[in-house]
């Protein structure tokens, strides 16, 4: 414990009297964390941390906000990539012209994509 507590007093301090860890420093501590047999809470006590601390730097680790050194005895989880779920390519747009028919005084406006059997039945009910 002894060599922790003269590494310990090696880490810097901020004015406010705390210690200001460096990314390289928690990310080994993180490690440490990750090696088979080891705790969170047992890592944090060897530093003079409090758990939660340690467990805020892991979650960093997580989030790709730390980079991992490779310690002997480290256990990692085998990764899944899932396959990549098509996305729904939209529908290619149809003119937005309307088909007027036109009797006299009645005008029908239809949409483009009306199909024609029912255009021509409306011509047919338009006709005297």
Do not use: H
């Not at 301090?13 to 990314?23: E, S, T, Y």
């Not at 906000?65 to 899932?82: A, C, H, Q, T, Y």
Request: hydrophobic share 45%; no cysteine.
């Amino acid at each position: 414990m002894g060599a922790i507590s003269e590494f310990l007093a090696s880490v810097p301090r901020r004015a406010d009297g705390k210690r200001n860890w460096p990314a390289e420093l928690k990310a080994r501590i993180v490690a440490e964390t990750l090696i088979e047999g080891e705790t969170v809470k047992a890592v944090a006590q060897r530093y003079e941390l409090i758990p939660s601390t340690v467990s805020d730097w892991r979650r960093m680790a997580r989030q790709g906000k730390l980079v991992l050194p490779n310690l002997d005895g480290m256990d990692f989880v085998p990764v899944e990539i899932e396959t990549a779920v098509p996305v729904a390519q939209p529908l290619p747009a149809t003119s937005s012209n309307p088909i007027d028919v036109i009797k006299g005084p009645v005008t029908v406006r239809l949409d483009a994509e009306t199909p024609a059997t029912r255009i021509a039945e409306i011509a047919r009910a338009l006709a005297p």
